[in-house]
């Protein structure tokens, strides 16, 4: 059975930086995307937004346009683990942050409904 487990959560000063943790476990195969998604305050579960995506077996990556050129997502196969490392920190990236796992695909995937896998979440909150 697949199991997510995330960690690194906390708060910051804007500007600063946080790197977020996901062991993987039960994982049988490379045919995976993995990704980062964000849930901010106030905000219902479809407003989930996709922050970073890594497929397993090619490393190829994609953000959102609100995060890209300040989080890297990457792996590191031997812990079994994606980091998703995020540098100048805004106000606005204050969120609960989940990682997610889609099992058997092929491709980079966006949408968080076809996730078949969820971390519990990490609380990041940026302020001053």
């Known amino acids: 059975q697949v199991q997510l487990v995330e960690s690194g959560g906390g708060s910051v000063q804007p500007g600063g930086s946080l790197r977020l943790s996901c062991v993987v476990s039960?994982?049988?195969?490379?045919?995976?995307?993995m990704a980062w998604f964000r849930q901010a305050p106030g905000k219902k579960r479809e407003e989930r937004e996709g922050v970073a995506y890594i497929y397993i077996g090619s490393g190829s990556t994609d953000y959102a346009d609100s995060v890209k050129d300040r989080f890297i997502i990457s792996q590191d196969n031997a812990k079994n683990t994606v980091y998703l490392q995020m540098n100048r920190l805004k106000p606005e990236d204050t969120a609960t942050y989940y990682c997610a796992a889609v099992v058997g695909v092929r491709w980079l995937v966006r949408s968080q409904w076809e996730y078949d896998h969820w971390g519990q979440g990490t609380q990041v909150t940026v302020s001053s």
């Open positions: 039960g994982m049988t195969t490379d045919s995976v995307c």
